[in-house]
């Protein structure tokens, strides 16, 4: 009933009526759907009920889902595997691995996984985003002509670069992948590229980073960008100082504003973790009690979540609005590449030793050692400008970032240890770094063995007491 100008009632038009109905019955569906889903999640957390069925899982908005995948059985024992050892002559390894008709001309997907160091790569080689994507829409046009690839890439080159002094690692990228690559776009009548390169390619080239440090990075560099963000937007010089300050609560209400909301710095946030994984019994430390006051309530401050459930949400699952580098992590580009293609080489760059590994590589393809030498790039995004950084400082902090990202750790390993261009001795060295921050026990005396690939599960199971939601 509506009522009408002179006080009496008048019956709603039967599609108002309709229309007011389903909104009710949408209304009341989505906030059952969302109790259930957060009463499920609570469950399966109270009662560490794991279930590895799935390994599509994603953070869908309400609850926690990602953590849940788990095995039903009681871990696996630890197990040791020996570190493959890359000869000196690594390429001929790289070479026999790869068909013969591609010794010539190897074919390389470049995957850049964000925040390890992969524009100061591009800069520095340089890899032109606009000119790999130039050759690779020459090479698919070509070949759709019946020329054979070999022939189109040499043909294309030849247009796009011109006889440029080039390095032979810029020459052989056949297509670029970092997050969603858009670029990529398919041409009418034409594959899409990216496919077209997937299928050709036959070596993944991926950047690495120690994975505690790209989460410390990550965190400085979203929150700098949403400070950046909301800056632009105002005039005032006062107002400006304002959002500047790492005590600063944004206005909006999205995933980000909510995330960051909560943690001043990456101490906060990795201090509510170390609570979340009941880590520290006692919690008496006032430092870490310091850190925590600003989000150790159980204030829900982002669809249904508290502050340490964000946290973990943001960290651990697929899905994170505008938060892209957290999802785009080892585990999603090795799913995206490495696993699609398994057969396929694969060589590692990493952060700690950038021009190292490239220059290897580039040596590998018939290049210069000495093509690098000047080059060096960094790039920082500007973060020696950043109003608010931060690193982590104390084992159990860097502990319980590893708790929350134990399955990125997992991917993280497995591509260091699959790389063809690092020696054993790399390899343990890059891994026993990560095992430090993760205060992982490992005999530093055995030179030849690392954890295996179920590790970091077993690892997790046995390191990181998860308290139930209910009392959080």
């Known amino acids: ?40 999640f609570r469950d399966d957390w109270s009662n560490n009920d794991y279930n590895d069925d799935n390994d599509d899982d994603e953070f869908d908005g309400v609850g926690l889902r990602g953590i849940q995948r788990r095995e039903t059985s009681e871990p696996n024992e630890i197990t040791t595997i020996e570190v493959s050892s890359s000869s000196s002559n690594w390429t001929s390894t790289w070479l026999n691995a790869i068909p013969s008709d591609h010794h010539a001309s190897p074919y390389i997907l470049y995957v850049h996984v964000g925040k390890t160091g992969g524009i100061a790569l591009e800069r520095g080689i340089p890899i032109s985003t606009r000119k790999v994507i130039a050759t690779l829409k020459c090479i698919v046009r070509m070949t759709a002509t019946n020329i054979s690839l070999h022939d189109a890439h040499q043909s294309c080159l030849h247009q796009i670069y011109r006889n440029q002094a080039t390095a032979e690692l810029a020459k052989h990228v056949l297509a670029h992948k970092h997050l969603w690559s858009t670029l990529y776009k398919s041409i009418p ?31 400085n560099y979203q929150r700098n960008e949403l400070v950046e963000q909301y800056v632009k937007k105002t005039k005032s010089r006062e107002e400006k100082e304002k959002i500047q300050n790492s005590q600063h609560k944004f206005s909006g209400k999205g995933m980000k504003e909510s995330f960051y909301n909560c943690f001043a710095d990456v101490r906060y946030m990795a201090e509510e973790l170390v609570h979340f994984f009941h880590l520290n019994q006692n919690d008496t430390n006032s430092h870490s009690m310091t850190l925590r006051t600003t989000s150790s309530n159980n204030n829900i401050v982002y669809n249904n979540m508290n502050c340490g459930q964000l946290a973990m949400s943001i960290l651990s699952f697929r899905r994170a609005g505008g938060l892209s580098h957290y999802t785009s ?6 799913q995206l590449t490495i696993d699609e293609r398994p057969e396929v080489p694969v060589l590692v760059v990493r952060t700690e030793y950038l021009w190292q590994d490239t220059t290897n590589i580039e040596v590998g393809l018939g290049g210069n050692s000495s093509n690098f030498m000047r080059s060096h790039h960094t790039m920082s995004h500007g973060s020696e400008k950043y109003a608010v950084t931060a690193r982590l400082e ?22 260091v240890l699959s790389a063809l261009n690092l020696d054993k001795y790399e390899k343990r060295e890059t891994m026993i770094s990560v ?29 990181c007491n998860r308290r139930s939601q209910a009392t959080m």
């Open 1 to 40: 009933m509506d009522p009408s100008p002179n006080g009496t009632t008048r019956n709603l038009n039967p599609n108002k009526q309709l229309g007011f109905l389903l909104l009710f019955i949408f209304s009341a569906s989505s906030i059952l759907y969302s109790q259930s889903i957060l009463q499920s």
């Open 189 to 219: 009548q034409l594959p899409n590229l990216m496919d077209f390169a997937m299928k050709n390619l036959d070596t993944i080239l991926i950047t690495t980073r120690n994975p505690v440090d790209r989460v410390v990075s990550n965190f």
């Open 329 to 334: 992590n080892y585990r999603w580009y090795k």
């Open 394 to 415: 104390t084992d159990l902090q860097r502990k319980a970032v590893c708790c929350a990202i134990y399955d990125d750790l997992q991917a993280y390993q497995d591509i």
């Open 435 to 463: 095992y430090r921050d993760c205060s992982v026990d490992h005999d530093v005396s055995d030179s030849d063995t690392l954890y295996g690939t179920k590790f970091w599960k077993t690892w997790f199971a046995s390191n």
